[in-house]
């Protein structure tokens, strides 16, 4: 089965609602990241989280190992925040497994 | 600055035709990877290099070949390509914590 869920699949937000992205994984895990893919398809890495709770400006995410579950919390949406969104978990020996990500739009 | 890079950006090729896809970092990491990513499956792994000649298959190597003779380059290459091969290749590398991707190759195989 899947090692890396991430719901919801997709998301559609009012400009300054707040949004809880949710990444589950099926084993265990060395570290873990969430990253940002723009529309036109680059990545950008957002925290390396593998555990705990790390805030950037309106960004925030929470590692629970014992719960195999990682979230990403956007405060005050705004239309620059869409895109894509992707967790990946390093699984060991420097190998990572990504979820299918959360698409997002902000709407105005 | 902390930079990933991948040339070309856009290619178009014929079925049966050989292509190389280049990366380079400039970060020193040994670990570097090839990944593609299509509509709806994600990015998934072609490949990944723990250093110079110390390439190790990854989920989806059938079709693919690397070659890393310097630390810093990773290139990517299909000998005659077929056209389920069009999609959006990302090159990485990556520290003990993070990585870090390119901005991609999109390429299309007619």
């Known amino acids: 089965g899947q090692q890396v869920q991430q719901s919801p699949a997709s998301l559609v937000l009012q400009e300054g609602e707040n949004a809880e992205l949710q990444c589950n994984f099926s084993?265990?895990?060395?570290?873990m990241q969430w990253f940002y893919q723009r529309p036109e398809g680059s990545l950008v890495s957002l925290f390396y989280?593998?555990?705990g709770t790390k805030q950037s400006g309106r960004l925030t995410s929470t590692t629970v190992i014992k719960e195999r579950r990682s979230s990403l919390h956007i405060s005050s949406s705004q239309i620059t925040d869409s895109g894509t969104y992707l967790c990946?978990?390093?699984?060991?020996?420097?190998?990572?497994?990504f979820g299918a990500g959360t698409r997002l739009k902000v709407i105005a | 600055d902390m930079k990933v890079t991948q040339m070309p950006r856009y290619l178009i090729k014929r079925m049966g035709e050989n292509v190389l896809l280049e990366c380079g970092q400039d970060?020193?990491?040994?670990?570097m990877y090839w990944y593609r990513q299509d509509p709806g499956l994600g990015l998934q792994l072609i490949y990944i290099s723990y250093d110079v000649d110390s390439n190790s298959e990854g989920d989806i190597p059938k079709g693919y070949r690397v070659s890393r003779k310097k630390r810093e380059h990773f290139s990517l290459i299909l000998d005659s390509a077929k056209t389920n091969q069009t999609s959006v290749y990302f090159c990485?590398?990556?520290?003990?914590?993070?990585?870090?991707f390119g901005p991609g190759t999109r390429l299309t195989v007619l």
């Open positions: 990485a590398s990556s520290s003990i914590y993070e990585q870090y």
């Open positions: 989280n593998p555990s």
């Open positions: 970060m020193s990491h040994e670990t």
């Open positions: 084993t265990s895990l060395n570290s």
């Open positions: 990946a978990i390093n699984t060991g020996n420097y190998k990572y497994v």
